[in-house]
């Protein structure tokens, strides 16, 4: 990953006008690391406009630097985009797409890889457990190219809310000794994981918590219980006066379910696509099925979009997890016969 720093670091001492974006429907990490290289680039000097063309959820939006956070822009004078977290270039979104792909020269910082990779600069790593871990070896690389501070603590309250919601609070299996000892100086410049967690997972309006309501009455389970899903409709979130930010973390709750390895969650968003989110236990990938749809992530959280019908996505989705299941495992069941014995 040197050289690949190297080029990064090299790319942002040259330019001025610098873009950055995530995906739609931005999580803890996609909004943590745009925010926290917005404080680095800017204390160089850097001309910075982040975006995020579903905006900021109202559970992100006390993360310092948040009001920077525009939906689009119509400027393109921009010499260098940074797009961190996507998984794919088309995640980005329609309105923020053209803004991104007229800079000269495209940076991609990501923990997804998948067969939609692009850029003219990669900084691509699957074991880091979030893209926050790679935000923050470029800004140490930044500091030491520059010689001045910027591992401030708004970009550490920034980045541990990254690994944080990443890591469901530390509990997932992409969790390693890297992730951990981050956490420790992230914490030792003032992010106290305590009230991030408790922002991040105990915060939740009354309409998300309503929300929640109808999506576990709405859940559905195959007849083996390995894969389980639900949906919000439009009427739902007409009834109760929601937007799909207030959706964060309701796949979670499906996952939970004992016997589930793949839960999928269907949002009907009014004036969208179905927007469907999906979580997996250790051994599963969901990437693999939402690539299938045209959307990426990585093995154990995974995304797309669909402009169909919600009963008819929710049909050829359900299916495409129901055949992949099934070939991981006869996989796995391939693999421990040829081991044979124990």
């Given at each position: ?166 890591t469901g609070s530390f509990r997932f299996p992409n969790v390693t000794p890297r992730t951990f000892q981050l956490a420790a100086q992230l914490q030792e410049l003032g992010a106290i994981p305590a009230p991030i967690t408790e922002l991040v997972f105990e915060n939740r309006t009354y309409g998300s918590v309503k929300m929640l309501g109808r999506a576990l009455d709405a859940m559905q389970l ?121």
């Open positions: 990953m040197r050289k690949q720093t190297e080029q990064a670091v090299a790319a942002i001492r040259t330019a001025h006008r610098i873009v950055l974006a995530s995906h739609v429907n931005p999580d803890g990490d996609a909004l943590g690391c745009i925010l926290a290289l917005t404080h680095a680039l800017r204390s160089l000097g850097k001309d910075v406009v982040p975006l995020s063309q579903d905006g900021v959820p109202e559970i992100y939006r006390w993360l310092p630097g948040a009001e920077w956070i525009e939906a689009q822009t119509e400027r393109r004078d921009f010499e260098l985009a940074i797009v961190c977290d996507a998984g794919v270039m088309e995640r980005t979104g329609l309105k923020v797409r053209p803004t991104l792909e007229s800079a000269p020269c495209l940076m991609d910082i990501d923990h997804h890889i998948s067969d939609g990779t692009f850029g003219d600069i990669q900084i691509l790593d699957s074991t880091a457990a979030a893209t926050a871990e790679l935000i923050w070896d470029l800004i140490t690389a930044l500091e030491a190219d520059a010689m001045q501070t910027l591992a401030t603590k708004d970009v550490a309250i920034c980045l541990m809310t990254g690994l944080i919601t990443d195959t007849t083996d219980g390995r894969i389980g899903w639900s949906h919000i409709t439009a009427k739902d979130f007409s009834e109760l006066n929601a937007t799909d930010a207030e959706t964060e973390g309701i796949v979670n709750h499906i996952r939970a379910v004992t016997t589930v390895q793949v839960g999928i969650l269907f949002r009907e968003v009014p004036g969208s696509k179905v927007r469907i989110s999906m979580r997996a236990r250790d051994g599963m990938d969901v990437n693999k099925i939402a690539n299938v749809f045209g959307g990426g992530g990585h093995k154990l959280a995974a995304g797309c979009s669909v402009e169909l019908p919600l009963a008819e996505v929710e049909k050829l989705v359900v299916a495409e997890a129901i055949r992949q299941v099934a070939l991981t495992v006869s996989e796995a069941d391939s693999e421990q016969a040829a081991s044979g014995p124990v």
